[in-house]
């Protein structure tokens, strides 16, 4: 049987190129919306024409316009995978990319990746997403762009007004409308469209959350992926993800009359993207562009899901590295320890006092007061969600010159299996990791579960269900195994002082 490279869509024909292994076919640059722009700017996506002939997807699409991080080398992110500081780059972003394998299988696994850059930055064109290695283990894989920043987070009250299928944060409704697109085409892959897994890493992850908040995605998906994007506000600090719609609105309207000097949105719409662009990013005290609740697509933040019914109903993955997103309370003697303590709503104040010395120095409260913010989220999902949640910490120790340690986003090489794309001079047991992660990734996208064989058809170390009674999580190190975590007091006085808040809302 000659192996595929040609697929007939919806919407035509696509012709793909073999990749590394020549039993995978990539297939890059494919259209899932109209473009974007002109009248499009700051609306729901809409459908792609069907084009005639043969669609020759050879090559990434344009990324979303954005900042250039390449351009900064001393950056360790521009260092690790944004090295490109010309990347093609354009307003008419919206397409997809598949990794499939070629041998004619049918009814495979899908699974749909959501990049992550904070809602403002990233793009499927980084290296670390090649999907080859996901699909040689029989995996269909789908990267998808979509809006950021000014162009996908902007919200005005003439958008709402106007609005007919979304008032604001359309970079998830992007997403929404990519994985619809798969749904509906990726059969023609290879792929089996009632078996779809969404996933994503940092504000990717975050917008995997989003799209389980929406009730209207019941059945576009089977499970979730969450990689170091799902958050708790610990301490009293704004973590700034997620805005109400006035405030996001009230941005909106600064931005319009001050910044762009424009005064309606049908002439914000008419400005060339450049300029757009290069306006967003020099209007440094409007800060970043955060997603917000509109009423609409979203109706609660969405990194709390778990604590309504009114979302999709699926097993997770989650977890983070250890080095990320840890939090300390902002006191340095007993006094302002105890009005810090004061400002946590529903805190017990008494007993999160007694937990640190006394005198407290900066120094002592910044060490026993260390938590991390994902690792609470994590416990209050898995407490609170009803669903299977899979639990997983990251500690490899990571080479090079920089001596970096498990950073944020550093896991990604691993789950996709991409180290050989990396600068890092990584050894064996670096790729041993590598593989076995990889593999629980694609059990759980075959199955809801991420335990079953390896690669080499022996069987992969047992992941348990995280439960509160049981706080197993999977240890990615040195060594691959399951590990008791309890909660250490500090957390669990803040956990509990969030499910109080949230009770009260």
Known sequence: MPLIREVTTKYGLIRGLPAADPRVTSYK?????????????????QPCPPWEGVLNAYDFGPITPQAVTGKHKENIYSREWAVDDDPLMDEDCLYLNVWAPAEGQKDLPVFVWYFGGGLQVGATTEMEFDGERIARRGVV???????????GFLAHPEISVEADSGTANFGFLDQRFATRWVKENIAAFGGDPDNITI???????????????HPGNEGLFRRAVIISGLFIRAYPERLGLCVSLKEAQERGRIFFREVLKVKSLEEARQVPWEKLLSAALSWKEGGLWPACVDGSYLTYPPDQWYLHQRRVRCPVITGSTDNEFHVSPA???DASLLEYAKKIEGLDIDAFISVFTSPATRESIAKEGRVSAIDIAVRAAAGKSGDPVYAYEFG????????PGAFHSVDLWFFFETLAKCWRPFVGKHYDL???????????????????????????????????????MMSFADTVKPVHRPMDPVARLLLEAYFRRMERQ
């Open 434 to 472: 590598a593989r076995q992660m990889c593999d629980y990734l694609a059990n759980f996208c075959k199955h809801g579960d991420p335990n079953g064989s390896n690669a080499a058809d022996g069987q992969l170390p047992y992941w348990p269900v995280f439960t509160p009674e049981a706080p197993v």
């Open 141 to 151: 894989v789908v990267t998808v762009n979509y809006r950021l920043n000014v162009f």
């Open 29 to 45: 640059g494919i259209p899932f919306a109209a473009p974007p722009t002109g009248g499009n700017r700051w609306r729901a996506p």
């Open 199 to 213: 996933g994503g890493q940092s504000a990717g992850g975050m917008s995997v959350s989003a799209q389980i908040s």
């Open 396 to 403: 490899a120790e990571i080479p090079g010159w920089d001596d």
């Open 331 to 333: 006191a340095h003697d």
